[in-house]
Nanobody
Framework: QLQLVESGGGLVQPGGSLKLSCVLSGITENYYSIAWFRQAPGKGREGVSGISTYGDNTNYADSVKDRFTISRDNTKNTAYLQMNSLKPEDTGVYYC????????????????????????WGQGTLVVVSS
């Protein structure tokens, strides 16, 4: 059973930076896309960024483009989300999700509005952007 554990959240002032990590364990497949989603208080889950198995394809929500960077280190079974120039509207619980793909899906990353494609989720890490 694939398990994901997020870390790195916290309280940061507007304009600050945080780096989130998502560690995967129980991996038995070689091809899986990973994405970050977030949920603000009183709102639904929103796709933030996704990355393919090979790391050659990524996608970003318009609201975070040019501020957030997703990456992964398959040797460490870890994905990252570097968040810069944080804004109060970035506040929320950040979750990482993983979807197992076949060998032909190494460069695939599902659209961010397809959260239902992701089969495995972490417990989330809270990010609060406030002065």
């Amino acid at each position: 059973q694939l398990q994901l554990v997020e870390s790195g959240g916290g309280l940061v002032q507007p304009g600050g930076s945080l780096k989130l990590s998502c560690v995967l364990s129980g991996i038995t497949e070689n091809y899986y896309s990973i994405a970050w989603f977030r949920q603000a208080p009183g709102k639904g889950r929103e796709g933030v960024s996704g990355i393919s198995t090979y790391g050659d394809n990524t996608n970003y929500a318009d609201s975070v483009k040019d501020r957030f960077t997703i990456s992964r280190d398959n040797t460490k079974n870890t994905a990252y989300l570097q968040m810069n120039s944080l804004k109060p509207e970035d506040t929320g619980v950040y979750y990482c999700g993983a979807v197992i793909l076949g060998p032909g899906g190494g460069s695939r990353v599902p659209p961010l509005n397809m959260a239902e494609e992701y089969d495995y989720w972490g417990q989330g890490t809270l990010v609060v952007v406030s002065s």
